[in-house]
């Protein structure tokens, strides 16, 4: 992987991880497209650049990361496990599912999801505004909803914002625990898979590395700024339109 290649792939993760559009299936696009083998360096270098998006979203919510939150931390790992259990459990068959067509058939589902929940969405009926205010039973709910990003292509924050919103959060509540549900989910991927792949850092090129990794860490954080501000005004509506023409697309072409 060259610079260039490191730049794209940086940009591509640090722009999708945190929109409910499946960074993973955008990196199996994008390294298909560039012609990036998905060798174990390739692997350890999505690592890297998939922490420094986390480092980006911890600074955004360094406020609520404070021993005054722990009850808000509680119910973020409480809402872990179901995906804890079953990323365990399907370990050893994850790897079946990395192919385009898996992708393409997931975006297309995930944006009919996001289509119909937003057609049925009611502003007024949610009681749920604040990440903190979010009961054990709705974090539960968010984490089974979320045992489905396993499945290259749903995207996690987009199982995750729709599983709040259908246990009664408003989207803002949704997007907020969903974002702060990455910090230990993708924390805990990224050590797993770290571990798995740490020697293949060895002699890899550290200058390509180093910029992914920055040039990841910015973009995520410009990203999920904007973000905030666009569910503000804005519904999901977009993102599931999007998620239908990619999926169709890649369906085409590949």
Known sequence: MDILQAIIIGIIEGFTEFLPISSTGHMIV??????????????????IIQFSAILAVMLIYREKISFKKVDLWSKLMFSFVPFAIAGFLMKDYIDL???????AYMFI????????VEYFYNESSTHVREAEDVSYKQALWIGIAQVFAIIPGTSRSGATIIGGL??????????????LLAIPVMGAVSG???????HDLVGADLMAFTIGFIVSFVVAYITVKLFLVFIQR??????GIYRIIFGIILLVIM
């Open 30 to 47: 994008a390294g298909k497209f560039l012609g990036i083998p998905q060798n174990s360096v390739v692997h350890a270098y999505e690592i």
């Open 97 to 103: 599912l990395f192919n385009v067509k898996t992708v």
């Open 109 to 116: 589902i995930g944006g009919v999801v996001f289509l119909i």
């Open 166 to 179: 259908l246990s009664g959060l408003d989207r803002k509540a949704s997007s907020d625990f969903s974002f």
């Open 192 to 198: 797993y898979s770290l571990l798995k792949h740490y």
């Open 234 to 239: 804005f519904s999901f509506v977009s993102f």
